[in-house]
């Protein structure tokens, strides 16, 4: 992505947003998915964040991932493989809807404990959301345009607050 990272405050719409989005794939998934969860910056009320919701399908096993990403397949997602990251596939949001980042992983998967796990933590300690927004903000405006520096910023904070649970 080219766009540049803008770090926007909360919007009391993001949840009404993802269960919109969650339900849209729900209908299509049935009962391959066991949960859809809502992770990352915006599943945390109050909280600044990109202006993207992150969503997880979590389906039983690795078995059912190839069922699921045709499912989605289905609605308009297009697959995108695990860029680089084992446990979970990514999918291109559909066309004509709002930006998004939807991603499957089985119950297993590491990433998927691990997205869960942070926004919990975020959801429970003020004092760690009010530094990740800090250290959001601060690398927002050293790498605008580079995601991937962006995120990998990010990386040992995260490591570290789920490190204390």
Same mark, same amino acid.
């Given at each position: 992505?080219? !766009?540049?990272?803008? @770090? +926007?405050?909360?919007?009391?719409?993001?949840?009404? /947003?993802?269960?919109?989005?969650?339900?849209?794939?729900? &209908?299509?998934? %049935?009962?391959?998915?066991?949960? @859809?969860? *809502? #992770?990352?910056?915006?599943?945390?009320?109050?909280?600044?964040?990109? !202006?993207? @919701?992150?969503?997880?399908?979590?389906?039983?096993?690795?078995?059912? #991932?190839?069922?699921?990403?045709? =499912?989605?397949?289905?609605? %308009?997602? =297009?697959?995108?493989?695990?860029?680089? +990251?084992? %446990?979970?596939?990514?999918?291109?949001?559909?066309? %004509? /809807?709002? =930006? *998004? $980042?939807?991603?499957?992983?089985?119950?297993?998967?590491?990433?998927? *404990?691990?997205? +869960?796990?942070?926004?919990?933590?975020?959801?429970?300690?003020?004092?760690?959301?009010?530094?990740?927004?800090?250290?959001?903000?601060?690398?927002?405006?050293? $790498?605008? /345009?580079?995601?991937?520096?962006?995120?990998?910023?990010?990386?040992?904070?995260?490591? &570290?607050?789920?490190?204390?649970?």
């Amino acid at each position: 992505m080219t !766009d540049a990272i803008v @770090i +926007v405050e909360y919007d009391p719409a993001w949840p009404s /947003e993802f269960v919109r989005l969650r339900d849209r794939a729900q &209908a299509a998934l %049935g009962d391959v998915a066991v949960a @859809i969860e *809502h #992770v990352g910056s915006t599943a945390v009320a109050g909280l600044p964040a990109k !202006d993207l @919701i992150d969503m997880v399908v979590v389906v039983e096993s690795d078995d059912d #991932v190839k069922e699921a990403i045709s =499912r989605l397949e289905a609605i %308009g997602y =297009r697959a995108r493989g695990n860029l680089g +990251v084992e %446990g979970r596939e990514a999918f291109w949001w559909p066309e %004509g /809807e709002k =930006r *998004h $980042h939807l991603y499957v992983s089985p119950t297993t998967s590491a990433e998927l *404990h691990a997205q +869960v796990a942070f926004r919990d933590r975020l959801r429970a300690d003020s004092a760690v959301a009010r530094e990740y927004v800090a250290l959001k903000r601060e690398l927002a405006a050293r $790498h605008r /345009e580079d995601r991937l520096a962006y995120t990998e910023a990010k990386t040992a904070f995260i490591e &570290a607050a789920l490190r204390v649970n």
